[in-house]
């Protein structure tokens, strides 16, 4: 029996446990470029690294953008060819670019470095105290109060009953 793979499902989503919310934003930010060449890791329960390789760009030709679940990743590189120079074969790209991912809920952008051609962006989930799962304590039940009991006669007094 053939395995189905989801794999390209997860290439432009960050965050999400849910297939169901994978297959939507897919379908909605469909995206058949592959340049740049990035990594998405799970680094700890709620942290995660987007990595993408952009040699060739400075901090200055990046630019990162968050709008609401929507992580944008920008790069236009200066050209630096010395006047005069003529290239005999060009296979560093150094074309524009944009990458869109959706992020899933409650994922913030902690930071991002650019450290030998590769741009680190930092992610982690932080949920609100007031939306996180909370234990609620089960109160004991109180004492009963119990209904007061007829009193059995005393001895002497089931002799004159007796009697």
Known sequence: MNAIDFSPL??????????????????????????PPYNIE?????????????AGFGPDDITITAVENTLSIAGRAQEQSEPGSRFLHRGIAARAFERRFVLA????????SLVNG?????????????LKPRRIAIQGASPQVQAPQAEAPA??????LAA
């Open 10 to 35: 997860f290439r432009s989503a960050i965050g999400f446990d849910r297939l169901t919310s994978l297959m939507e934003s897919a379908r909605g930010t469909a995206d058949n470029t592959t340049y």
């Open 42 to 54: 799970r680094t700890g329960q709620d942290g995660y690294v987007l990595t993408m390789a952009v």
């Open 105 to 112: 809920d409650h994922i913030v952008i902690e930071g991002a």
């Open 118 to 130: 590769l741009l680190h962006v930092t992610l982690k989930r932080q949920v609100p105290e007031a």
């Open 155 to 160: 001895s002497g007094d089931q002799a004159q």
